[in-house]
Structure formats: structure tokens, C-alpha cells
Nanobody, 116 residues
Framework: QVQLVESGGGLVQAGGSLRLSCLAS????????MGWYRQAPGKQREFVAS???????NYADSVKDRFTISRDIGGNTVYLQMNSLNAEDTAVYYC??????????WGQGTQVTVSS
């Protein structure tokens, strides 16, 4: 079993920044990919960003050039640095991790609210 715990969400004004953290109960090197998804009220969960074991990153077009995903090499944490936030970024942000053996895990989510 794997636990993922997100932190760092909160209320921020438009144009501001937040950094989300996802602490995994295992070394991140156990996972083939880790990522962030978000779900706004009344909308489906959507992909935000991911980082693969070889450090390849991928971003949704809506966050490209504003968000940066990174990981703590040697540790158990993946980060999402979010800059130039706007109201459309308001959502619950979820950490996602996929083990090399296949199982996929989700965190409980952290709320990000951007006030305009």
C-alpha cells in the first residue's frame, strides 16, 4: 500500500504563487510516473503535470510556462510550483503515483482557491 499526502494549498490572490508538495510513503524511485491532477467544482478531474522516472516532464497546455513539477532526489516528495495563478486554477489538486508494478494511487487532495 502507498500513501500520498498533499500539502501547500490555500487561498491566494490572482497573480500569486503557491507550491504544493506530495509526500509519498515510499521513495519516489519506486514509481514510474508521478503527477498532479485537479478537479474544479462541477468539472471532471483533469491532468496538470507529470514527471517520469527519467525526469521527463509533461504539462497541460493551460499551465505550461506557469507551473513547474519537480522532485526531491533522494527523498519522497514531488512538488508543483504554481505561478501567475488565476481564477481558472481554482480546484482541488490531487497527487497521483504509478508503481512500476502497475498499481496507481491517489492522495486525498488539497484545495487551491484563487481570488480575483
Amino acid at each position: 500500500q502507498v500513501q500520498l499526502v498533499e500539502s501547500g494549498g490555500g487561498l491566494v490572490q490572482a497573480g500569486g504563487s503557491l507550491r504544493l508538495s506530495c509526500l509519498a510513503s515510499r521513495s519516489i524511485f519506486n514509481f514510474s510516473v508521478m503527477g498532479w491532477y485537479r478537479q474544479a467544482p462541477g468539472k471532471q478531474r483533469e491532468f496538470v503535470a507529470s514527471i517520469r522516472s527519467g525526469s521527463t516532464t509533461n504539462y497541460a497546455d493551460s499551465v505550461k510556462d506557469r507551473f513547474t513539477i519537480s522532485r526531491d532526489i533522494g527523498g519522497n516528495t514531488v512538488y508543483l510550483q504554481m505561478n501567475s495563478l488565476n481564477a481558472e486554477d481554482t480546484a482541488v489538486y490531487y497527487c497521483n503515483a504509478v508503481l512500476y508494478s502497475g498499481p496507481e494511487y491517489w492522495g486525498q487532495g488539497t484545495q487551491v482557491t484563487v481570488s480575483s
